[in-house]
């Protein structure tokens, strides 16, 4: 048996007697990190535990996401209990993207209880008791599957909906996939999942304020055919006025059309989040750059096609340090 199924098998027999569980994911949850916490929520809740998700501040949950909380499981942080026996952490790589609710890792540890990661960053930093960390995995919600048919729990339509969500996003639409991801599909589909309607809701669903803001930012964009080791970057800014056109969803889908310009090796999307001095940064590797080593070299992370960071200074400061980290990252 290989480790992963030996963690695999551990961490279904600490959930099988799980009886009062919180499932956290990374702050500004994506499809994947909230799909994966929900569903293995409503699993655990049909098995007869009391389950709560959620997720720090900025506790804000995706509008177009909100659809995936068919039970009602999710909470803010000011209503969870003092601690719980049993805390699961999902798509999270490290005690950081918790956000405040990191703190619990080591309360839960202290007062006896157990933390399980399911992550598939290569970045994880493996904080808790048990781990299901496999970085070949194309999705949270591919793991949480494996968890739910080691549970040998049934899928029903929302579970199934919240770990499509997960998959269908993670391998941007499944341009990342391998036949294992199409026959987990093919599992959800069978389950009763609509993919049209999934994909509708949570990814093509843009106020038409979307589409200006668009325009005024992809006509700052930029291309730097020398720039990433030769590779070429396109690069785009959203500063906070035109943000505030638009919700973080809208601002979120530039960087996906930003990465499709053939001539970018990279694509990389800097985000305002703080008066023009601090900058969220969205990188994407078209598969020569491993972007998420540059992405770590200014203390974020993610895998080596997608990755994030935060940075300070102005665009144009950000923009430096990103150039030089790109020069410096590892090829694919
Ligand atoms: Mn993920």
Known sequence: MSTLEQDIRQAAALLA??????LLGHVRPDADALGSALALARVLQQRGATVRVSFGAPDEVPETLQGLDVG?????????????PLLVALDTPTLGRLGQLGARVAKVKAAGGEVLVVDHHSSNTFFGTHHVVDETAEATAVLVLRLIDALGAALDEPI??????GLVTDTSGFRRATPSTHDMAS????????????VRQIVDDHPFAWLPMLATVLAGARLEPEAA???????????????????AEE???VIDIVRSTRDAGVAVVLKDAGSGRLWQVSLRSAGKI????????LGGGGHR?????????????ALDLLRKALDEAPLI
């Open 290 to 297: 491993d972007v998420s080593m540059a992405a770590r070299a």
């Open 251 to 253: 601002v979120e889908s």
């Open 229 to 247: 080791q030769g590779f070429g970057l396109a690069h785009a800014v959203v500063r906070a006025d035109v943000a505030a056109t638009v919700r």
């Open 187 to 198: 599992r959800l589909l069978e389950a009763g999942v609509d993919p049209d309607r999934v």
């Open 305 to 317: 096609m997608a990755a994030g960071c935060t940075v300070e200074g102005s665009s144009d400061e």
């Open 72 to 84: 009602g499981l999710l909470v803010r942080p000011a209503e969870l209990p003092e601690t719980e």
């Open 17 to 22: 007697d799980a009886k009062d569980v919180t």
């Open 160 to 165: 199934a909906r919240c770990l499509y969500a």
